[in-house]
């Protein structure tokens, strides 16, 4: 039997690892109430990533395992990244293609231009603006 | 002895070597299930992130209708079990019996703390009209905020994201608490020890996999 080879995490490893992710999750909710403009988000995602690497480094026990399981979880998290993106580049560019509609652009602008002197303040035809 | 029938270990079956290809094969496996559970969970990240980049404003006040202590409790509640479930692989490892139980039992606990803590989050909500999909409509006032209010365009989304999301989720700690009930009756009965722990080695990846899902959905609808 080779049983020797499972590795054993000792309980010191274990503790030390679920502090950081105690400490983690305290400053994840502490920097959440910084104003930090547009980086919210990417240290939110940040801590986030930081916290499941130690999950599955340590308490997964991946860093000691058969490399395969890597090569799986990796590939995985590489379609997940392929998903995500890929998805955005549509999302995020589909204001770019607004004359895909019925009728011309001049007619999307003379339509455009009938509106704005219906209604001359331009912020007042957003259709998702928050409350005042 | 890889090839004698008469003294291998009861949990060997007959179609691997040894024990260590059958665990091995067993764990790899669980990853394969585990990286499915991944791209389930992803398609949901993907709708969230699209939403998110056309609305964020929406999201950022729908958000402050969600309650960061108790989602910060849940996060801590996950990670406490997810420690346990660690500790007692650990003392499987090391043929302590009692060990294994005591940390099975308080990862079931934890579980199921999560999950109360889960339904009064919903209930607070429903009381309010925030439900997902069409039957949303936020009405009521309570500690001074006005529910009406966030009654806006893309906030019915929100909450369908947030609900889907959290409900999945929710599944999937039900039916960790299924796992560890039939882990810890198997451990009561010394099935387990250093030779033969497979099935509590998979049931805390997928354990863990849960715990990693909470850690994102976390700080992405509470906080942010």
Redesign the interface.
């Known amino acids: 039997m080779s049983h020797a080879e499972h590795h054993i995490s000792s309980i010191k490893t274990l503790t030390i690892v679920f502090g950081g992710l105690v400490f983690l999750t305290v400053l994840t909710v502490l920097t959440a109430q910084l104003d930090l403009g547009a980086f919210n988000v990417p240290l939110a995602l940040a801590i986030a990533t930081t916290k499941a690497a130690l999950v599955v480094v340590i308490f997964m026990a991946l860093k000691w395992d058969n490399k395969v399981n890597t090569a799986i979880f990796g590939i995985g998290i590489l379609f997940v990244i392929v998903f995500i993106s890929f998805t955005l580049f549509d999302t995020l560019n589909r204001g770019d293609l607004t004359n895909t509609t019925k009728g011309t652009v001049q007619d999307q602008q003379i339509q455009a231009e009938k509106l704005q002197a219906q209604e001359p303040d331009a912020s007042a035809i957003q259709f998702n603006r928050t409350p005042q | 002895m890889a090839n004698s029938h008469s003294n291998h270990p009861a949990h060997l079956q007959h179609h691997f070597v040894?024990?260590?290809q059958q665990f091995?094969a067993a764990?790899?496996g669980m990853?394969?299930f585990?990286?499915t559970e991944?791209?389930l969970f992803?398609?949901m990240?993907?709708a969230y992130?699209?939403y998110r980049?056309?609305?964020p404003?929406?999201f950022l006040?729908s958000s402050e209708l969600l309650n960061?202590f108790m989602g910060?409790l849940n996060?801590?509640v996950l990670?406490?079990s997810?420690?346990t479930?660690?500790?007692g692989i650990?003392y499987a490892?090391?043929d302590n019996k009692k060990g294994l139980v005591i940390n099975l039992v308080l990862t079931f606990l934890f579980a199921l703390t999560f999950l109360v803590v889960k339904y009064f989050e919903y209930t607070a909500k429903f009381e309010h009209g925030i439900f997902p999909g069409a039957a949303f409509d936020p009405h009521g006032v309570s500690h001074g905020v006005d529910y009406a209010?966030y009654n806006?365009?893309?906030a019915k989304q929100f909450f369908s994201i947030y609900f889907v999301m959290t409900g999945i989720h929710g599944f999937h700690v039900l039916v960790g608490m299924g796992l560890f009930t039939w882990i810890t009756i198997r451990a009561v009965k010394g099935e387990f020890s250093?030779?033969y722990y497979t099935p509590v080695e998979n049931c805390?990846?997928y354990w863990?996999l849960v715990?990693?899902i909470w850690?994102?959905l976390?700080?992405?609808l509470y906080?942010?």
């Open positions: 040894s024990s260590e091995d764990k790899m990853w394969l585990l990286v991944i791209l992803s398609g990240f993907v992130v699209v980049t056309w609305h404003e929406v006040l960061p910060g996060t801590l990670l406490a997810s420690f479930v660690a500790l650990h490892q090391k209010m806006v365009p893309y250093s030779e805390g990846l863990h715990d990693i850690i994102f976390f700080p992405l906080l942010m």
